[in-house]
């Protein structure tokens, strides 16, 4: 061992070396590739810390300045991967180590840069540091080690193909060690494949898991199990916590249901972004927070302190998640408990998961109120400030208390403060843990027939409840149920076959239009055994489906026997084809040279379409004057009618379409008025009245002198305006007679 690595393991408070930190560093295995198992919580990181030492360190103590990487160590989690390069930023503190991690969620650009600074050990999750080989910003030439940290984990997260991408990369005279809790298949099957000559290390006791763990499995009823949870919380009150589930939505219903009972909680999920999953951890190891609500994500390589109890809210699908989540627990010489909630209808699953960890379960009920209240009641009695001496700071208060109240009365002042600290528990119904009991013998029974089989679609799930509700009765009430292609039949114990068929009515017809009857014996399928199992391999292919599938021929050794040779089949000569000759066909004449194509029109017995002849243009009748009085119009611009014609949407005008006669716009504007219509013109009332000096008013202004706008009439002519009006109008205004004495109308504002 280097000494730069020993002064930081006596400088951090090491005295001794755990069993798998012992192993990867025995002299024997140095320079070799390693396949190690280890349960966890043994030190897996400082072990392979340690076993890299003289790898990375060569002949030397310290580190080079920093340039190209010279270890990789990869963790499945964001998490781990922070938490490994903790633990080797002070174990190669000494050595003058320059770290460098790149892990998805992070700010790739800041990882960039720091890799072109440079960096002696890189610690990476698979996809981020694939992504980083693949754009150039990390060289691995200089790789001399190489590091999976719970690489069963990395596998089981669909790692595998990053995991073989990258080490295609490094360089093949490398070291490469494999650190994991278990070695399944898969783990050996890559070992072989990307080590050479590994060394198998194993630590793992062979009678027992998890020594330092006290495994619990607590029966609860099927609606208690977030109440269990809160009972056993409060039952051992540890300084650390967590609290494992299996969904996010699981996670987010506990931790709020925590945080509504007082519980100083923190989420850790995949829904979370790594700033927030980071704050969750420090503030557990801060002691901000005493319970961790987590999915398992935090159940790979998370090191809380003074984590004691872990708590399956639910039920992990295999033993492996299992052992993974409670070895956060019993780490470095602690004891700890993991804690199984297991309602009715689990507990099957629970046993079997717990045989193939080959785990002793202590069975019992989860902590009820009374037997936390008790837990409570020794913590109290038992807590050293009843030994701690008064302090003087505190001696006035103290001797004012004493004056003023009895010791009963300050004792239950004690009891009620410590209990304001705490949550009450909650009351828990009892957990049945018998075995369900075998049914008895059916005894005496009377049979009926139903008008109904299978053709008539009758099923037994279908057909239970409604004799049930017809006739009164309830299951244990009804036996044998045999149902044929066209008709049923249905055992009924014989204490209640008189009550049934009263139930039923005289026509014992029941729902659906099934009719029953009463039978003297038993029908011929009463002694119908029932249908053995047959595996599908005996009943043949499954409905609608393909042929089982039928191995190929192998070996004894299990390998695909050899292919025969294919050099008898002849291979394709594309020269055998006869090419195509272009010169075969005929060219086409020029376009020039040929006749132009004529189409004829297809006949019609429709005849031609004839435009209609443009109608002569006529002048307007002359105008005549209007000398009667007529009313006022009631004109309102607003009820135009619209303007005929296509609408806008119809698209561009043909013009070249004769079929609608067109008025053609004269040009100047309107048509001039014909000059004899200006010289007949009658002069109005209001022209005559101004001839005889009865109206003052100026021609062209209204009343009070204020002259018109353009196109108003000069008399007292109450038409149509002749013009649009100049600037603004005015509002409905009428005209005064002779002597101008009606005044004008205010305009509508």
């Known amino acids: 061992m280097k000494q730069s690595l020993a002064d930081a393991l006596t400088q951090r408070g090491y005295e001794t070396l755990t069993p798998v930190q012992e192993a990867v560093t025995d002299p024997a295995l140095e320079g070799q590739d390693l396949l190690v198992s280890a349960q966890t919580g043994s030190g897996k990181t400082v072990g392979f810390g340690l076993a890299l030492g003289s790898t990375l360190l060569g002949d030397g103590e310290s580190f080079d300045p920093a340039n190209a990487p010279l270890a990789l160590v990869i963790a499945p989690t964001r998490e781990l991967a922070m938490q490994v390069k903790r633990e080797l930023a002070w174990l190669y503190e000494k050595a003058g180590v320059v770290m460098a991690s790149c892990v998805g969620g992070m700010d790739m650009r800041d990882e960039r840069r720091a890799l072109d600074r440079g960096a002696h050990i890189v610690v990476a999750t698979p996809g981020r540091l694939r992504d980083h080989i693949m754009r150039g910003s990390i060289n691995l030439e200089s790789i001399r080690g190489v590091v999976l940290d719970e690489a069963d984990e990395m596998l089981d997260l669909g790692f595998r193909d990053d995991l073989e991408y990258i080490l295609g990369e490094c360089p093949e005279d490398r070291r490469t060690l494999m650190f994991s809790a278990t070695v399944p298949k898969s783990i050996a099957g890559l070992a072989q494949k990307y080590q050479r000559n590994a060394q198998r290390v194993t630590t793992l006791s062979g009678t027992s898991q998890h020594a330092d763990i006290e495994y619990r499995a607590m029966s609860v009823a099927n609606h208690d199990g977030e109440s269990a949870i809160i009972n056993t919380l409060r039952f051992f009150e540890a300084p650390n916590a967590i609290v494992f589930c299996n969904t996010r939505a699981m996670v987010n219903r506990i931790t709020t249901r925590l945080s509504n009972r007082g519980f100083s ?377 619209a303007r005929k014609g296509p609408p806008k949407s119809a698209g561009p005008i043909d013009w070249n379409d004769t079929s609608t006669p067109r008025r053609k716009k004269p040009k100047g504007g309107k048509p001039a008025t014909p000059h004899s219509a200006h010289k007949k013109k009658p002069r109005s009332t209001m022209d005559n009245a101004r001839a005889d000096g009865a109206v003052t008013t100026p021609r062209g202004a209204g009343a009070g002198g204020k002259p018109k706008g353009k196109g108003a009439p000069a008399g007292g002519f109450k038409g149509k305006p002749a013009g649009k009006p100049a600037g603004k109008p005015a509002g409905k205004r009428g005209f005064a007679g002779p002597g101008g004495s009606q005044p004008p109308r205010k305009p509508r504002g």
Request: charged share 30%; glycine share 6%; with cysteine.
């Open 265 to 641: 909680v923190v989420a850790l999920s995949g829904e979370l972004t790594q700033a927030e999953r980071s704050h969750a951890l420090q503030a557990m190891r801060d002691g901000r927070a005493r319970v961790c609500v987590a999915t398992d994500v935090a159940a790979r390589g998370i090191d809380l302190p003074n984590l004691d109890l872990v708590v399956h809210a639910e039920l992990p699908s295999n033993h492996e998640t299992l052992l993974h989540r409670s070895g956060r627990t019993g780490r470095a010489g602690r004891k700890g408990v993991s804690a199984l909630i297991v309602t009715a209808k689990v507990r099957s699953k629970a046993t079997r998961i717990l045989k193939m960890a080959q785990l002793e379960a202590t069975w019992g009920e989860a902590p009820s109120a009374d037997a936390v209240r008790a837990q409570d009641e020794a913590r109290l009695l038992a807590d050293p400030m009843w030994y701690e001496p008064i302090e003087e700071s505190e001696a006035g208060l103290v001797a004012k208390l004493a004056e003023m109240y009895t010791p009963e009365q300050l004792a239950a002042a004690t009891v009620r403060v410590l209990a304001q600290r705490y949550t009450a528990p909650e009351d828990l119904s009892a957990a049945t843990n018998e075995a369900p009991k075998p049914r008895q013998a059916f005894g005496p029974s009377v049979w009926f027939s139903v008008s109904g089989g299978r053709n008539q679609g009758v099923e037994v799930r279908r057909l239970l409840p409604i004799l049930c509700k017809a006739g009164d009765v309830t299951k244990d009430d009804l036996g044998a149920i045999r149902i044929s292609d066209d008709a049923s039949y249905v055992e009924i114990l014989q204490s209640s076959a008189d009550s049934f068929a009263a139930a039923l009515g005289n026509d014992m017809t029941v729902e659906g239009g099934l009719k029953l009857e009463r039978l003297a014996t038993p029908p011929a399928e009463a002694n119908r055994p029932k249908p053995a199992y047959k595996p599908r391999d005996d009943r043949g292919p499954a409905k609608g489906g393909k042929p089982p599938y039928k191995a190929k021929d192998r070996d004894a050794g299990g390998e695909r026997a050899p292919r025969p040779p294919r050099d008898d089949k002849p291979k394709k000569q594309w020269d055998d084809k006869p090419k195509k000759q272009w010169d075969d066909k005929p060219r086409a004449e020029p376009a020039l040279s040929r006749a132009p194509e004529t189409h004829a029109a297809p006949k019609s017995d429709k005849p031609a379409y004839k435009s209609a002849s443009k109608p002569e243009y006529k002048a307007k009748a002359e105008y005549k004057g209007n000398t009667d009085p007529k009313p006022k119009s009631d004109y309102n611009p607003d009820d135009k009618p």
